[in-house]
Nanobody
Framework: EVQVVESGGGLVQAGGSLRLSCTIS???????MGWFRQAPGKERTWIAS????????KYSDSVKGRFTVSRDDSSMTSYLQMNSLNSDDTAVYYC?????????????????WGQGTQVTVSS
């Protein structure tokens, strides 16, 4: 059974940084990985994707220049480094993965999802 687990969320002051992790277990298949977030009262939105090789990535305009996505395939983990955080970044952050064989990158449909991790930015 494939499992996706996020970690690293928490409370941070405006202007600060956090690094989220997303670890895949239960499969050796190659996956493209995406990050999404859902702010209170809003729909879940896509913010970043990284392909299975780690050589291609894409960001939404809302996080471009502040967030960096990376991956370490030896540990089946993707990271989302978040800098210059502000109150608009307060949300539950989710990781989702799609088989690279689908060929849909940078779009992430979300065959598997994590449970989410809360990020709260205080002003």
């Amino acid at each position: 059974e494939v499992q996706v687990v996020e970690s690293g969320g928490g409370l941070v002051q405006a202007g600060g940084s956090l690094r989220l992790s997303c670890t895949i277990s239960g499969s050796t298949e190659r996956y493209d990985m995406g990050w999404f977030r859902q702010a209170p009262g809003k729909e879940r939105t896509w913010i970043a994707s990284i392909n299975w090789t780690g050589g291609s990535f894409k960001y939404s305009d809302s996080v471009k220049g502040r967030f960096t996505v990376s991956r370490d395939d030896s540990s089946m983990t993707s990271y989302l480094q978040m800098n210059s955080l502000n109150s608009d970044d307060t949300a539950v952050y989710y990781c989702a993965i799609d088989p690279a064989a689908w060929g849909t990158f940078p779009s992430i449909q979300g065959k598997y999802w994590g449970q989410g991790t809360q990020v709260t930015v205080s002003s």
